[in-house]
T-cell receptor, first 112, second 115 residues
Framework: GENVEQHPSTLSVQEGDSAVIKCTYSDSASNYFPWYKQELGKRPQLIIDIRSNVGEKKDQRIAVTLNKTAKHFSLHITETQPEDSAVYFCAASYTNAGKSTFGDGTTLTVKP | EAEVAQSPRYKITEKSQAVAFWCDPISGHATLYWYRQILGQGPELLVQFQDESVVDDSQLPKDRFSAERLKGVDSTLKIQPAELGDSAMYLC?????????????FGPGTRLTVL
């Protein structure tokens, strides 16, 4: 089955700096890669996703890049703000089946 | 905005007791997922339904866990008997069926504590 590894497990940055979280996956058949943000005590919420036919996607301060050859994808957050502090999860799945395998999460702390 | 509903939000039980969790997906979502999230880890898929049929239950401990979605709408996850190691957050999610519609929407979860 699919295996997703996520690094780092914790990340602390100063407000205004950039943050990068990286994930690798094992199954070359995976073609959908979402990123979820989970604030303390709340449900995971999708913040951005990318499909395997695209190399990069951007939404305001958030971007995701995908390298299919190397089987890794990354989340980039620019101009970080304290409200970006949360746990971020990456996932990999097959579009048709919809089954997602999640990474173990990265706890991002943005210091004011 | 429509959301996935789950109940109860919190459940405390003693080991060897039976517990049940309920999930109501977003209306029209054919696919329903049950995840277990242990503190400090990502969600782990327990079972996936497409309408009323089980698509994947390979990670479901079938000796004690069961799940059903009889009418293809809401779903129940049961644990009997509960063990100490079952303490976790149980998340339900739903998604539309189709090639481009597999964004998953999560419910608030049920936090289970087994004493």
């Amino acid at each position: 089955g699919e295996n997703v590894e996520q690094h780092p497990s914790t990340l602390s940055v100063q407000e205004g700096d950039s943050a990068v979280i990286k994930c690798t996956y094992s199954d070359s058949a995976s073609n959908y890669f979402p990123w979820y943000k989970q604030e303390l005590g709340k449900r995971p919420q999708l913040i951005i996703d990318i499909r395997s036919n695209v190399g990069e996607k951007k939404d305001q301060r958030i971007a995701v890049t995908l390298n299919k050859t190397a089987k890794h994808f990354s989340l980039h957050i620019t101009e970080t703000q304290p409200e970006d502090s949360a746990v971020y999860f990456c996932a990999a799945s097959y579009t048709n089946a919809g089954k997602s395998t999640f990474g173990d999460g990265t706890t991002l702390t943005v210091k004011p | 905005e429509a959301e996935v509903a789950q109940s109860p939000r919190y459940k405390i039980t003693e080991k060897s007791q039976a517990v049940a969790f309920w999930c109501d997906p977003i209306s029209g979502h054919a696919t329903l997922y049950w995840y277990r999230q242990i503190l400090g880890q990502g969600p782990e898929l327990l079972v996936q339904f497409q309408d009323e049929s089980v698509v994947d239950d390979s990670q479901l401990p079938k000796d004690r866990f069961s799940a059903e979605r009889l009418k293809g709408v809401d779903s129940t996850l049961k644990i009997q008997p509960a063990e100490l190691g079952d303490s976790a957050m149980y998340l339900c999610a739903s998604s539309l069926e189709g090639l481009l519609d597999n964004e998953q929407f999560f419910g608030p979860g049920t936090r289970l504590t087994v004493l």
